[in-house]
């Protein structure tokens, strides 16, 4: 593994290493005197502080104070990191466009600049795919649940092609998204595309069009059976499991290979 460290440097020796480190692909890791502002979805800024920042190259940004394991900002992976020296402090930039998110980090010092190549971490293909998860599932459909059929996989849509679509026990419509990692929310997102092309091609009626509370009405209950949403992946991020409570979704742990 090849480590480049440099102590107290200046911001334009900082900025140079920076943009090496993004240029190779490293992992780069920066302590100093730092402001923390993020805008998006919602805005937060955080005063000045000596914080530990990660820069990922899978696009992923933490920002780590001395409390918890948790970082108390995060960039989530496919966002792009730039750095620049403005007004006489060094910025660097955690953005993603989908949707508009930006975290800027403003250090008036940095102690500790480190990064590093990594390797290893990106061949979990070697250990699993997607394909492999889709095979379990229909070799062995009761992975998912007791009394699930599937039907179809690759079923295309509006919003794009689903990986399993099948019936549940109940002869409900189930759409069944896969991945073969630890995900976020953007997976659920995603299903919810899914879900809500569906009913929309189905004709079935939902409140919010995101899923189902489970307090159903007569009518509805008498009226062609709900599209169930179910996300199978190692295991989500605590936003992840929040949002798929909120939208009545299922969350199925599964690996794309059984364990030795």
Known sequence: MTVTSVHDPSHREALWELEDAFERGDLVSLFGRCTVTYEGRAASDLGPGDRLVVLKPDGAALVHTDEGRQPVNWQPPGSEHRAAVREGRLRVRSTRSNPDETLTVRFAAVHQLSAMTVTGGRDLT??????????????YPDLVEAGFEPRETERPSSAGPMDVFGVDA???????????????????????????????????????????????????????????????????????????????????????????
């Open 126 to 139: 070697l250990h699993g795919s997607e394909e492999d998860l889709r095979t379990r599932i229909l070799e």
């Open 170 to 260: 109940d002869g409900a419509p189930v759409v069944v998204e896969l991945k073969r990692r630890r995900v976020g929310p953007d997976a659920v997102g995603q299903l919810a595309r899914y879900v809500r092309a569906l009913r929309e091609e189905l004709g079935i009626e939902s409140g919010d069009g995101e899923g189902d509370t489970g307090d159903e009405s007569e009518a509805a209950r008498d009226g062609p059976p709900s599209v169930r949403g179910i996300l199978v992946a190692p295991s989500v991020t605590d936003r992840a499991a929040e949002r798929l409570a909120d939208r009545g979704f299922d969350h199925v742990a599964l690996e794309p290979t059984p364990e030795e």
